[in-house]
């Protein structure tokens, strides 16, 4: 008999997850997900943690509501509510990055253009009845779209609280039963042999990790054999095998460690025991794709790239190119 889960938020109903790993036979990852979430989201000493569940108590009442994913667009539908007083509880949130999303009248305009790299990998498997992981899924906002494109369930991982919150803005207009769950956590929590998913996105996160190939080893571990991997990630040109190793910062960020070519990731993905590679979208990040607005005041992309030359970030390196690829692991 498994222990008693630890205490989390009311707000935060992780019944149905937990079900649903223990029903599969993974106990210890389910009891791994209570404990990382009981520790991340009870901080009674966390003022941003404090400020975003009261943001969430003051959204409008769940009950006439509901919220759309079937139809290209992540809204939230229902009676309407005074838009500057939504709009200020939304901005609680703030950045908002991944998107966009619809909430009553209010357009949330999101950093990214996150539909446009939905359309490059919505055809790369069939979604109908698979269970998903998505590592590094921020808000979630790939999550409903895979639903809306027949995906049975979907675990995002995401390790910002901030994130996780703007997760829960939504999800508590999600029909029920709920489908759809984020927990903070990261690729090393996941067990070396989880074997859970029959999909698993991994969607610009590679390039943050200091090891990409243990990376694409916790991809291949969540995955049930046969399973099928979306790996999409910043690559170089080139046709040899190389990879960039930013001397500091790429396009700003501090974070960055391994841009490899095409070729070089293919190397990987076979190194990590994937078959039946291939890459199926090669596309440059715009500054109409990734852009300061209203919902995201921060600088973005323009500000990252050469004012003399946007073929060059701002440190001389070639500027966001995006590939996204698919693999299978093994049928062992
Ligand atoms: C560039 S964003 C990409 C978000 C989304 N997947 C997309 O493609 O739009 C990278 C995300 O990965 C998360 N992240 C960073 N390190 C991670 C790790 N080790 N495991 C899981 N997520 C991670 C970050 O918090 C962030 O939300």
Not at 35 to 54: F, H, S
Not at 102 to 116: A, G, Q, Y
Not at 220 to 241: C, D, H, M, N, R
Request: proline content about 8%; some cysteine; aromatic content about 10%.
């Amino acid at each position: 008999m498994s222990a008693p889960l630890p205490k989390t938020p009311d707000w935060f109903d992780r019944q149905p997850l937990d079900r649903w790993l223990r029903e599969r036979g993974h106990d210890v990852f389910a009891d791994s997900v209570a404990k990382v979430c009981a520790e991340r989201l009870y901080q009674p000493t966390n003022g941003d943690l404090k400020r975003w569940i009261t943001a969430l108590d003051e959204l409008p009442a769940p009950s006439d509501r509901s919220l759309w994913y079937s139809d290209g667009k992540v809204r939230v539908i229902g009676p309407a509510v005074d838009s500057i007083g939504l709009r200020d509880t939304l901005m609680a949130f703030h950045p908002w990055r991944k998107g966009p999303f619809e909430f009553l009248d209010l357009s949330i305009d999101t950093e990214w253009r996150s539909d446009w790299k939905w359309d490059r990998i919505a055809d790369a498997v069939d979604w109908q009845n698979k269970s998903v992981i998505d590592v590094g899924c921020g808000n979630g906002y790939y999550g409903w779209r895979m639903l809306g494109a027949g995906a049975s369930f979907v675990l995002g991982l995401d390790p910002i609280l901030r994130f996780l919150m703007q997760f829960e803005v939504f999800n508590r207009y999600a029909p029920q039963p709920r489908r759809h769950f984020v927990v903070p956590m990261i690729d090393t929590d996941l067990p070396e042999k989880l074997a859970a998913f029959d999909i698993a996105l991994s969607a610009g996160v590679l390039y943050h990790r200091t090891s990409p190939i243990d990376h694409l080893r916790s991809l291949a571990g969540a995955l049930v054999p046969g399973g099928k991997l979306v790996l999409e990630t910043l690559v170089i040109q080139g046709a040899s095998p190389q990879v960039l190793v930013p001397e500091d910062r790429y396009a700003q960020m501090r974070n960055v460690w391994f841009l490899p070519t095409i070729t070089m990731l293919e190397r990987w993905l076979r190194r990590t025991g994937f078959e039946a590679i291939e890459t199926i979208d090669v596309t440059p990040t715009t500054t109409d794709e990734q852009r300061s607005t209203d919902w995201m005041t921060f600088q973005s992309l323009a500000d990252f790239l050469d004012p003399s030359d946007s073929r060059n970030t701002v440190e001389g390196y070639p500027a966001p190119l995006r590939a996204t690829l698919t693999a299978t692991r093994p049928d062992l």
